[in-house]
């Protein structure tokens, strides 16, 4: 069965960072492109990051481009996001997700940005 397990989020000052894992398993890790949503408290899910099965190739959100980097390593089965210059609005759950069959999703891991 596909899993999808995220870990890394903590409390961070403005300013600082954190980099996130996805232990993905249940599938060919390197054979699908992946993605970093995140959802703050009362909005919709939103995209953050994606990378290519090789990850020769990402694309970051408006919001956080030039801050943020999705990577992968696909000896390891693990997508990573490493955040930078974090801000407050950056605070939010953050999922990892394969868009394999009709998708799946990881538990979540929560990231909050506060002084």
């Known amino acids: 069965q596909v899993q999808l397990v995220e870990s890394g989020g903590g409390l961070v000052q403005p300013g600082g960072s954190l980099r996130l894992s996805c232990a993905a398993s249940?599938?060919?890790?390197?054979?699908?492109?992946m993605n970093w949503y995140r959802q703050a408290p009362g909005k919709g899910r939103e995209f953050v990051a994606a990378?290519?099965?090789?990850?020769?190739?990402?694309i970051e959100s408006d919001s956080v481009k030039g801050r943020f980097t999705i990577s992968r390593d696909n000896a390891k089965n693990t997508l990573y996001l490493q955040m930078n210059s974090l801000k407050p609005e950056d605070t939010g759950i953050y999922y990892c997700?394969?868009?394999?069959?009709?998708?799946?999703w990881g538990q979540g891991t929560q990231v909050t940005v506060s002084s």
């Open positions: 997700n394969a868009p394999v069959d009709a998708g799946y």
């Open positions: 249940g599938f060919t890790f390197s054979a699908v492109g």
């Open positions: 990378i290519t099965r090789a990850g020769d190739s990402t």
